[in-house]
């Protein structure tokens, strides 16, 4: 029961269903922002697929969640903050679990209509920082870390590197990143961190019109000389970045880009002299887990998705995949706390807050070590979950180091100023009036 769309127009049905079957009573309905043109094709498509082919997973072998089919509207961006609103706009009248703009941008202009349309965004692992805290943004999630938790980790990595995050002192960190609302939400805490630890930061933006264009950027850096560089990449930017670093020789160890700047096209589009780049990551890789097995089976085998063949368990793809089954284990949740097997989007919404996915419930799902427990509470809405370090070897991605936790002594206080700004320059902003079910 899935169909893809453009603003709601043209659909294709899977599982034998008709389009007119994707409003009915015994279905849920997930509009998937997508983008799978345009420059940040590239990143979009993998994480599509994954997330389009786990729901079509369950939909086929589960008959959906709890019993009840997902119905997937793919309607396409382009990355574009106002195509993405424009989506929202075209499909929130079709009673939606849940929006994943999969743009910094895009969630950005959703996150003041959450609390008014009363449908939960889910921006996971990316967007506003600040939405992790759930009093002030009852209707935002963003697990399994925030952007700032992510940039804890690789200061925290380089610390590790350096023999401690005191030999920072006096040491310089090169930041490029995509000059937009993505590219600039770490910067604070980078800034944090640089005054407290006295590294130097050194930003060099990259504008989304230039993403292919970086060898001034690249120049500035080999003149600069950082002892390390960090990058908050997405689409054709990522490619060209290590391409660029490999060209004036930056050791690649020393390259170091948050988790969406670890596609395997990515890596891959440097040859030989990106091995050695790093990424962080907070799930598997790699294509051995059973519910990846069945995916391969009854969606991409059966010609029921758009994923192909070799591209299932590559780091991207595996993020939509990871999205997705936040998304279903909320599902559950919801339908366990109320009793109902059709829920609604403030279901959702108390299913998300009160989302835990444990060990065992991994291995359950078929997804046994796929990634760290998972849960979410009425006042943190992202986590601080556990992350690694991912190291490109020349042909996958492969481990770096072990587990670890972002710094979150130091990103949790920001967080909380960061939420009471962000209300206070939005007043009137709505106070958080949903009780806090469950265990929350």
């Known amino acids: 029961m899935l169909k893809k769309c453009a603003l709601g127009v043209a659909a294709i049905a899977f599982a034998g269903s008709l389009a007119a079957e994707a ?4 279905s849920m309905f ?18 599509a697929n994954g997330m389009y ?5 369950l939909n086929e072998r589960d008959g959906g969640v709890g019993g009840v089919k997902i119905v997937v509207e793919e309607c396409e961006t382009g990355y574009d903050t106002q195509k993405g609103v424009e989506c929202y706009e075209g499909t929130k009248g079709k009673s939606p679990l849940v929006y994943n703009p999969y743009s910094t941008g895009i969630t950005l202009q959703l996150i003041p209509k959450a609390s008014v349309d009363k449908i939960p965004v889910l921006s996971m692992a990316y967007g506003l920082s600040a939405a992790a805290e759930g009093g002030v943004f009852p209707w935002v999630f963003n697990p399994p870390d925030t952007y700032w938790d992510g940039a804890s980790g690789v200061i925290k990595h380089i610390g590790d590197m350096e023999g401690g995050l005191e030999n920072l002192n006096g040491k310089k960190i090169g930041y490029i990143f995509l000059d937009a609302g993505y590219g600039r939400e770490p910067i604070p805490l980078l800034e944090e961190l640089a005054t407290e630890y006295g590294f130097e930061l050194l930003k060099y933006p990259v504008p989304g019109k230039e ?13 600069d000389r950082p002892d390390y560089m960090v990058m908050w990449g997405w689409g054709a930017m990522n490619p060209t970045a290590i391409k660029e670093a490999i060209k004036i020789r930056y050791p690649m160890d ?24 790093k990424a962080m990551n907070f799930h598997g890789v790699g294509a051995e ?5 069945d995916i391969q089976k009854l969606v991409v085998d059966a010609g029921k998705g758009h994923t192909e063949d070799g ?4 780091a991207l793809y595996n993020r939509g995949v990871y999205n997705s ?5 909320a599902i559950r949740t919801a339908q366990e706390m109320t009793g109902k097997t059709v829920i609604d989007a403030s279901d959702m919404r108390m299913g998300l807050e009160n989302l835990e996915i444990t060990a065992e419930r991994w291995k359950e799902i078929g997804l046994e070590g796929f990634a760290p427990p998972i849960k979410l509470s009425c006042g943190d809405h992202s986590g601080h979950h556990m992350m690694y370090v991912s190291q490109w070897d020349g042909e996958k991605w492969v481990p770096a180091s072990d587990w670890f936790e972002p710094m979150t002594d130091k990103v949790q206080p920001l967080l909380q100023a960061a939420a009471a700004e962000y209300a206070e320059k939005n007043a009137p902003w709505p106070e958080r009036t949903e009780p806090c079910a469950g265990d929350s």
């Not at 409003?23 to 015994?26: G, K, P």
């Not at 997930?30 to 993998?46: D, E, V, W």
């Open 23 to 26: 409003v009915a009573e015994d």
């Open 30 to 47: 997930i509009p998937l922002l997508s983008y799978r043109t345009g420059p940040f094709a590239g990143s979009g498509i993998p994480v």
């Open 53 to 57: 082919d786990y729901l079509a997973m």
């Open 211 to 223: 993403m292919q264009n970086q060898s001034s950027q690249w120049l500035n850096v080999r003149r």
């Open 254 to 277: 020393k390259f170091i880009g948050i988790w969406w700047s670890g596609g395997d096209d990515d890596a891959r589009a440097g040859g030989e002299g990106a091995k050695g780049y």
């Open 289 to 293: 887990y059973p519910a990846l097995q």
């Open 311 to 314: 591209k299932i368990g590559e």
């Open 325 to 329: 089954v936040l998304m279903a284990e």
